[in-house]
Protein backbone atom coordinates (compact mmCIF):
# COMPACT_ATOMS: atom_id res chain seq x y z
CA UNK A 1 0.00 0.00 0.00
CA UNK A 2 1.38 3.49 -1.20
CA UNK A 3 0.81 6.77 1.03
CA UNK A 4 -0.39 10.24 -1.29
CA UNK A 5 -0.76 13.27 -1.25
CA UNK A 6 -3.95 14.69 -2.66
CA UNK A 7 -4.67 18.70 -2.91
CA UNK A 8 -7.69 20.37 -4.46
CA UNK A 9 -7.82 23.73 -5.21
CA UNK A 10 -10.26 26.35 -6.17
CA UNK A 11 -10.48 29.13 -8.68
CA UNK A 12 -12.15 31.78 -9.81
CA UNK A 13 -11.18 31.74 -13.55
CA UNK A 14 -9.67 28.41 -15.85
CA UNK A 15 -7.05 30.66 -16.51
CA UNK A 16 -5.54 30.68 -13.26
CA UNK A 17 -6.38 26.86 -12.85
CA UNK A 18 -4.56 26.11 -15.57
CA UNK A 19 -1.31 28.34 -14.53
CA UNK A 20 -0.79 26.09 -11.47
CA UNK A 21 -1.81 23.16 -13.70
CA UNK A 22 1.73 24.30 -15.45
CA UNK A 23 3.53 25.54 -12.94
CA UNK A 24 2.94 21.76 -10.78
CA UNK A 25 4.10 20.29 -14.21
CA UNK A 26 7.42 22.29 -14.36
CA UNK A 27 8.06 21.52 -10.90
CA UNK A 28 8.28 17.65 -11.96
CA UNK A 29 9.75 18.54 -15.30
CA UNK A 30 12.71 20.50 -13.55
CA UNK A 31 13.32 17.39 -10.90
CA UNK A 32 13.24 14.71 -13.37
CA UNK A 33 10.07 13.02 -12.45
CA UNK A 34 7.74 13.66 -14.53
CA UNK A 35 6.05 10.20 -14.72
CA UNK A 36 5.25 10.48 -10.72
CA UNK A 37 2.05 12.42 -10.36
CA UNK A 38 -1.41 12.86 -11.73
CA UNK A 39 -2.95 15.97 -12.31
CA UNK A 40 -6.24 17.43 -13.80
CA UNK A 41 -8.50 20.73 -14.49
CA UNK A 42 -11.87 21.03 -13.95
CA UNK A 43 -14.21 23.85 -15.08
CA UNK A 44 -18.52 24.13 -14.60
CA UNK A 45 -19.75 25.29 -18.09
CA UNK A 46 -22.40 27.98 -17.82
CA UNK A 47 -25.41 24.95 -16.52
CA UNK A 48 -23.51 23.94 -13.68
CA UNK A 49 -21.86 20.61 -15.81
CA UNK A 50 -18.10 20.10 -14.50
CA UNK A 51 -15.65 18.70 -17.12
CA UNK A 52 -12.21 17.83 -16.99
CA UNK A 53 -10.62 19.77 -19.21
CA UNK A 54 -6.69 19.27 -19.01
CA UNK A 55 -4.95 15.85 -17.34
CA UNK A 56 -1.75 14.55 -16.91
CA UNK A 57 -1.03 10.92 -15.81
CA UNK A 58 1.85 8.56 -15.61
CA UNK A 59 2.76 6.96 -18.58
CA UNK A 60 4.19 3.94 -17.80
CA UNK A 61 0.31 2.39 -17.08
CA UNK A 62 -0.61 -0.58 -18.50
CA UNK A 63 -3.30 -2.62 -19.57
CA UNK A 64 -6.87 -1.48 -19.68
CA UNK A 65 -5.94 1.19 -16.69
CA UNK A 66 -3.99 2.85 -19.34
CA UNK A 67 -6.57 2.95 -21.79
CA UNK A 68 -8.93 4.51 -19.41
CA UNK A 69 -7.07 7.79 -20.22
CA UNK A 70 -7.14 9.14 -16.56
CA UNK A 71 -4.93 8.48 -13.01
CA UNK A 72 -5.76 8.63 -9.28
CA UNK A 73 -6.10 12.31 -9.72
CA UNK A 74 -9.54 11.68 -12.09
CA UNK A 75 -10.60 8.49 -10.29
CA UNK A 76 -10.76 11.46 -7.71
CA UNK A 77 -12.52 13.50 -9.54
CA UNK A 78 -14.96 10.70 -10.33
CA UNK A 79 -15.56 10.14 -6.67
CA UNK A 80 -16.47 13.32 -6.30
CA UNK A 81 -18.69 13.99 -9.51
CA UNK A 82 -19.88 10.74 -11.00
CA UNK A 83 -21.47 12.55 -13.89
CA UNK A 84 -18.22 14.35 -14.91
CA UNK A 85 -17.82 15.22 -18.29
CA UNK A 86 -15.00 12.99 -19.65
CA UNK A 87 -13.47 15.09 -21.82
CA UNK A 88 -9.86 15.72 -22.54
CA UNK A 89 -9.08 13.08 -25.15
CA UNK A 90 -10.62 10.24 -22.40
CA UNK A 91 -10.92 6.75 -24.57
CA UNK A 92 -14.40 5.98 -23.94
CA UNK A 93 -15.41 3.76 -26.67
CA UNK A 94 -12.49 1.36 -25.88
CA UNK A 95 -13.24 0.23 -22.69
CA UNK A 96 -15.87 -0.17 -19.96
CA UNK A 97 -17.78 2.06 -17.14
CA UNK A 98 -16.92 -0.88 -14.73
CA UNK A 99 -13.16 0.23 -15.23
CA UNK A 100 -14.19 3.73 -13.96
CA UNK A 101 -15.81 2.68 -11.22
CA UNK A 102 -12.98 0.38 -9.96
CA UNK A 103 -10.91 3.06 -10.20
CA UNK A 104 -13.31 5.74 -7.98
CA UNK A 105 -14.17 3.34 -5.67
CA UNK A 106 -10.55 2.32 -4.86
CA UNK A 107 -9.81 6.28 -4.60
CA UNK A 108 -13.11 6.39 -2.11
CA UNK A 109 -11.96 3.79 -0.13
CA UNK A 110 -8.31 5.38 0.49
CA UNK A 111 -9.88 8.57 1.32
CA UNK A 112 -11.25 9.25 4.60
CA UNK A 113 -15.22 10.12 4.45
CA UNK A 114 -14.78 13.87 6.37
CA UNK A 115 -11.47 14.17 3.81
CA UNK A 116 -13.62 13.09 0.93
CA UNK A 117 -16.17 15.61 1.63
CA UNK A 118 -13.93 18.45 2.45
CA UNK A 119 -12.27 18.36 -0.82
CA UNK A 120 -15.63 17.98 -2.40
CA UNK A 121 -17.15 20.71 -1.40
CA UNK A 122 -13.80 22.86 -2.02
CA UNK A 123 -14.24 22.01 -5.19
CA UNK A 124 -17.75 22.95 -5.35
CA UNK A 125 -16.93 26.73 -4.40
CA UNK A 126 -14.66 27.81 -7.37
CA UNK A 127 -15.40 27.88 -11.00
CA UNK A 128 -12.52 25.68 -11.86
CA UNK A 129 -10.37 23.66 -9.58
CA UNK A 130 -6.91 21.63 -9.70
CA UNK A 131 -6.81 18.22 -8.17
CA UNK A 132 -3.10 17.07 -7.71
CA UNK A 133 -2.07 13.37 -6.45
CA UNK A 134 1.87 13.63 -5.90
CA UNK A 135 4.05 11.73 -3.91
CA UNK A 136 4.13 12.29 -0.15
CA UNK A 137 8.35 13.72 0.15
CA UNK A 138 7.46 15.74 -2.75
CA UNK A 139 3.86 17.27 -1.32
CA UNK A 140 5.53 20.23 0.16
CA UNK A 141 6.85 21.75 -3.08
CA UNK A 142 3.64 20.55 -4.87
CA UNK A 143 2.20 22.96 -2.13
CA UNK A 144 4.03 25.91 -2.87
CA UNK A 145 3.92 25.90 -6.59
CA UNK A 146 0.09 26.21 -6.15
CA UNK A 147 -0.14 30.06 -5.92
CA UNK A 148 -3.16 31.63 -7.79
CA UNK A 149 -5.76 28.90 -5.92
CA UNK A 150 -8.72 30.94 -3.83
CA UNK A 151 -8.87 27.59 -1.43
CA UNK A 152 -6.37 24.69 -1.31
CA UNK A 153 -6.99 21.45 0.73
CA UNK A 154 -4.50 18.81 1.33
CA UNK A 155 -5.36 15.27 2.29
CA UNK A 156 -3.62 11.77 2.63
CA UNK A 157 -4.75 9.14 0.34
CA UNK A 158 -3.50 5.29 0.40
CA UNK A 159 -3.84 3.04 -2.73
CA UNK A 160 -2.66 -0.29 -4.17
CA UNK A 161 -1.54 0.66 -7.65
CA UNK A 162 -0.98 -2.92 -8.25
CA UNK A 163 -4.48 -4.20 -6.99
CA UNK A 164 -5.99 -1.36 -9.07
CA UNK A 165 -4.68 -2.30 -11.91
CA UNK A 166 -5.74 -6.16 -10.96
CA UNK A 167 -9.02 -4.81 -10.13
CA UNK A 168 -9.42 -2.94 -13.56
CA UNK A 169 -8.20 -5.18 -15.65
CA UNK A 170 -10.75 -7.68 -14.40
CA UNK A 171 -13.51 -5.33 -14.59
CA UNK A 172 -13.06 -3.99 -18.29
CA UNK A 173 -14.38 -6.65 -20.57
CA UNK A 174 -12.46 -7.52 -24.28
CA UNK A 175 -15.36 -6.08 -26.48
CA UNK A 176 -15.38 -2.24 -27.50
CA UNK A 177 -18.69 -1.15 -26.28
CA UNK A 178 -20.18 2.37 -28.04
CA UNK A 179 -19.42 5.97 -26.01
CA UNK A 180 -22.87 6.47 -25.41
CA UNK A 181 -22.81 2.77 -23.49
CA UNK A 182 -19.34 3.37 -21.78
CA UNK A 183 -20.54 6.78 -20.20
CA UNK A 184 -23.21 5.39 -18.96
CA UNK A 185 -21.87 2.48 -17.30
CA UNK A 186 -18.79 5.00 -15.98
CA UNK A 187 -21.35 6.90 -14.21
CA UNK A 188 -23.61 4.16 -12.60
CA UNK A 189 -20.34 2.02 -12.26
CA UNK A 190 -18.71 5.42 -10.47
CA UNK A 191 -21.77 6.27 -7.90
CA UNK A 192 -22.32 2.43 -7.40
CA UNK A 193 -18.13 1.92 -6.06
CA UNK A 194 -18.14 5.38 -3.99
CA UNK A 195 -21.56 4.32 -2.34
CA UNK A 196 -19.97 0.87 -1.34
CA UNK A 197 -17.13 2.08 0.02
CA UNK A 198 -18.42 5.18 1.71
CA UNK A 199 -20.99 2.65 3.54
CA UNK A 200 -17.59 0.20 4.80
CA UNK A 201 -16.12 3.11 5.84
CA UNK A 202 -19.39 3.99 7.69
CA UNK A 203 -19.94 0.46 9.10
CA UNK A 204 -15.96 0.23 9.69
CA UNK A 205 -16.76 4.28 12.01
CA UNK A 206 -19.71 2.72 13.88
CA UNK A 207 -17.88 -0.03 15.03
CA UNK A 208 -14.94 1.74 16.63
CA UNK A 209 -17.49 3.69 18.67
CA UNK A 210 -19.06 0.71 19.73
CA UNK A 211 -15.63 -0.29 20.69
CA UNK A 212 -15.24 3.27 22.75
CA UNK A 213 -18.61 2.98 24.16
CA UNK A 214 -18.47 -0.12 26.12
CA UNK A 215 -14.31 -0.13 26.74
CA UNK A 216 -13.78 -0.14 30.94
CA UNK A 217 -12.44 3.04 32.52
CA UNK A 218 -9.58 0.81 33.30
CA UNK A 219 -8.83 0.39 29.72
CA UNK A 220 -9.84 4.04 28.56
CA UNK A 221 -7.30 5.46 31.63
CA UNK A 222 -10.55 7.44 32.70
CA UNK A 223 -11.07 7.05 36.28
CA UNK A 224 -11.50 3.17 38.06
CA UNK A 225 -9.71 1.66 40.58
CA UNK A 226 -6.10 0.68 40.35
CA UNK A 227 -4.01 -2.15 42.26
Known amino acids: MDTFVVFAASYDTLGAAEADYHAVRELYLGSGLIDTYDAAVITRDGAGKVSI ?10 GAWRGLGIG ?11 AIGLGAGLLLGGTSGAGFGALAGHVTAGLRRADLKDLGELLDEGHSGLVVVAASDLGDQVEQAITHASGLARKQLTADETALEAEINAA ?24 EAEAA ?21 AGGVTG
Not at 53 to 61: D, F, L, N, Q, S
Open 53 to 62: VAKHERPTRR
Open 201 to 221: AAAAEREAERYSTFRSPRDSG
Open 72 to 82: LAGGALLALFP
Open 172 to 195: VPSPAQSQDESYRQAVAHAEAAVA
